[in-house]
């Protein structure tokens, strides 16, 4: 009576653990890296962006201008106003600086827009020049007292009359920071007094953000 056959033993194969293995290394690594090369703006983040505060408000031609027109656009939107001695004009010549490194391209995709905190001395025309003296294609903004009140606190801008010594002379003590806002109508970065002297790392900043 011939025996039964007996069939070889199966081996496991070697290779399939290890090469599971080295696909899980591989994701890991491509995840890292991808975690690794992630912008890390110049700019303060907000944790979560949120949609910037809409308005509406007087340009410096005098036309209504509502901010979600800007869509598509980078938006470096700052508080201040006219007669401001030093930290207005010191920030839209920063922000000068900033558009002007911009090649052509990329500079008709970012709009900077100042509000004026000091809407019952600046008035558009009184605005047109001031702005235009930094850029022809900036946007200063104005309107009544409480349209200006009703823009700043979504922005925490917080402004105040001091050192005041008639109804027409007096300083305005405000917020000085610069915000950034994505071509998405996002709140995205925020940037406190002097940090937009930087201009190479706003520049990057703004890249990143028109490409993002």
């Not at 983040?45 to 031609?61: E, G, H, I, Q, V």
């Not at 009359?161 to 920071?177: F, G, L, P």
């Amino acid at each position: 009576m011939t025996e039964p056959t007996r069939q070889p033993p199966r081996r496991r194969s070697f290779w399939l653990p290890v090469l599971l293995v080295l696909i899980l290394a591989g994701l890991g690594f491509l995840a890292y890296t991808r975690l690794a090369n992630r912008y890390q703006p110049y700019g303060t983040p907000l944790l979560s962006p949120r949609p910037a505060y809409d308005f509406t408000l007087t340009d410096n031609k005098g036309q209504p201008f509502r901010l979600s027109s800007q869509r598509g656009k980078v938006v470096l939107l700052f508080f201040g106003f006219v007669n401001c001695p030093d930290v207005c004009p010191t920030t839209l010549l920063e922000l000068k600086k900033v558009y002007q490194a911009l090649t052509p391209a990329e500079r008709r995709r970012v709009q900077v827009i100042l509000i004026s905190v000091d809407p019952e001395r600046d008035t558009p025309a009184v605005l047109d020049k001031y702005v235009t003296f930094f850029n022809p294609s900036f946007i200063g903004l104005t309107g009544t007292p409480q349209q200006i009140a009703e823009v700043a606190k979504p922005y925490g801008v917080f402004y105040q009359k001091s050192e005041i010594r008639s109804a027409k002379e007096y300083n305005v003590d405000h917020t000085a920071s610069t915000y950034l806002i994505d071509p998405q109508g996002r709140l995205r970065l925020i940037y406190g007094n002097g940090k937009p002297a930087e201009t190479g790392r706003m520049v990057q900043d703004v890249r990143w953000a028109l490409r993002d």
